[in-house]
């Protein structure tokens, strides 16, 4: 409860300083976050984490993975962070990340160069789960003009490139207001061997 309160004020002092106006480009959700930007003690040491770069500042999420299957004619495809179990628990301060969407393919390696763009307006409610959750959920970035990029196939890994603008939501803040911030992430994501 205590630390809840800690990150409250320490949000409140970022917006009453002028960094929530409705429409600028603020800091990162950083210094009540940056105690979230660790990567989890449970994280496998053979799953390197995943960095993306909000506002120009550093964040540490759990090992990226990545799912795609073929579904009623369309390629489904869901972007995640491998959350480790405490993460559904009160009190978790680690930060992650879940994109769903579909995209045109009769296969997974159908991905390949390809990218799928979100374009909402700024005022439009947010319909979508897709989004980075920061500090256990405390603050929430959304998808409004951003792209996911997947690099043409080759070696052991899937890249995804994750870059644009994010609306960064947090229910503590005065009169629930928002700001953009810019995201910028490069995830390396092994390959799925198939099974002999």
């Given at each position: 409860m205590k630390r809840r309160r800690t990150v409250t004020i320490l949000i409140l002092g970022l917006?009453?300083?002028?960094?929530?106006?409705?429409?600028?480009?603020?800091?990162?959700?950083?210094?009540?976050?940056?105690v979230a930007a660790s990567q989890p003690a449970t994280q496998p040491a053979d799953a390197p984490p995943a960095t993306m770069i909000i506002n120009g500042q550093a964040f540490i999420f759990p090992a990226p993975?990545?799912?795609?299957?073929?579904?009623?004619?369309?390629?489904?495809?869901?972007?995640?962070?491998?959350?480790?179990?405490?993460?559904?628990?009160?009190?978790?301060?680690?930060?992650?990340?879940?994109?769903?969407?579909?995209?045109?393919?009769?296969?997974?390696?159908?991905?390949?160069?390809?990218?799928?763009?979100?374009?909402?307006?700024?005022?439009?409610?947010?319909?979508?789960?897709?989004?980075?959750?920061?500090?256990?959920?405390?603050?929430?970035l959304r998808p409004m003009d951003a792209t996911i990029s997947f690099d043409p196939a080759g070696g052991q890994l899937t890249v995804v490139h994750i870059t644009g603008s994010f609306k960064l939501i947090d229910d503590q803040t005065p009169d629930n207001q928002t700001t953009i911030v810019k995201v910028q992430a490069m995830l390396e994501i092994p390959v799925a061997q198939p099974a002999h």
């Amino acid at each position: 409860m205590k630390r809840r309160r800690t990150v409250t004020i320490l949000i409140l002092g970022l917006c009453f300083t002028g960094g929530c106006r409705r429409g600028t480009a603020a800091p990162a959700p950083a210094p009540a976050t940056q105690v979230a930007a660790s990567q989890p003690a449970t994280q496998p040491a053979d799953a390197p984490p995943a960095t993306m770069i909000i506002n120009g500042q550093a964040f540490i999420f759990p090992a990226p993975k990545l799912v795609a299957i073929v579904k009623d004619g369309a390629l489904r495809v869901t972007l995640f962070s491998n959350d480790p179990a405490e993460a559904v628990r009160e009190g978790y301060t680690g930060n992650s990340f879940y994109f769903r969407f579909n995209m045109d393919g009769e296969k997974p390696d159908d991905l390949s160069g390809q990218q799928y763009l979100f374009r909402n307006s700024y005022a439009e409610q947010d319909e979508t789960a897709s989004g980075l959750f920061i500090a256990g959920g405390r603050q929430t970035l959304r998808p409004m003009d951003a792209t996911i990029s997947f690099d043409p196939a080759g070696g052991q890994l899937t890249v995804v490139h994750i870059t644009g603008s994010f609306k960064l939501i947090d229910d503590q803040t005065p009169d629930n207001q928002t700001t953009i911030v810019k995201v910028q992430a490069m995830l390396e994501i092994p390959v799925a061997q198939p099974a002999h």
